[in-house]
């Protein structure tokens, strides 16, 4: 069964996921959404360092538009800057009684899948930092916590493929709106202060100051989500907590950074922020953090 999920996306969370999965005796297809990707990991083994250790896979790659097959399940790694478009690919490629799972920190992501017809069945949590080392390799830091949320029990097929050793697989349910949220609360607060300062989670939290700005921007969010209606299983201090105990924890929005990228900010904070407005939730500390990731993402294209 697991020969008809594909994973879309070429990033450094397809690669691991995709990695993940075949080093389990699978051989999943990686959809890439940019053709230079496809042409480079054609024929490439992929490699995942942590911890001081590797892993290699192999996995059949191909660029999403000359994909064929229906597949029942994808696994949606793409950024969500590039949502839409892998959300209207997945489209095309999935069975009739197919779905996606995501792995994009927010709840936007429900939101965009409802406006285009694609069913989202399940969401994988990722709570650790994959960080891309060259082209067919990725790094991790062998530590953190894998949250599944699965709508459709069927799709347990694909989650039970998933190993990495160190990464520990929590399962909550059927909701995956409460565990969008409880990822996006996390990627809202630490994220950001950390590509700030340009400090891994770690020693972020090492700093009082830091560690109190995140925490606050944390506490806004947990406040929409409530006045949202979500149930959370624990406190947004709670969650902070747990990311900042993974060493050497570079997350996305610090690569960006330091790659100049644009980031994923839009779609996190920027999401946080229009249903802060729309709810009535004052939320100044999500409101100035955006906008000095948003200046530092516009001083990298105008220096």
Known sequence: M???VAVMGCGSVGLFIAASIASAGYRPKLLCLSSDDASLLVQREIRVYHGGGEAR???SVAHVTAARGEYSYIVLASRLNNAEEALSAAKRLLSPNGGVLVVQPSPFILELGEKLGVRIVGVLGLYTCIRRIGIDAVEWPGAGVLRIALADPNAAMVTAAIRAPGLRMEHRG???RELLWDYCIVASAIQP????LGLPYSKLWRLRHARELATLVASEAERV???AGVKLWRSASEALEEAAGIKGCMPRML???NERRETEADYILGYLLRQAIRLDVYTPYI???YLTIKAIEE???TA
């Open 225 to 227: 989500a409530e006045k």
């Open 287 to 289: 409101d100035s953090i």
């Open 174 to 176: 059927s909701s995956l």
């Open 299 to 301: 001083s990298m294209i």
């Open 57 to 59: 896979a192999k996995v």
């Open 255 to 257: 690569q960006d950074v």
């Open 193 to 196: 202060v950390s590509a700030i």
């Open 2 to 4: 697991v020969g008809s």
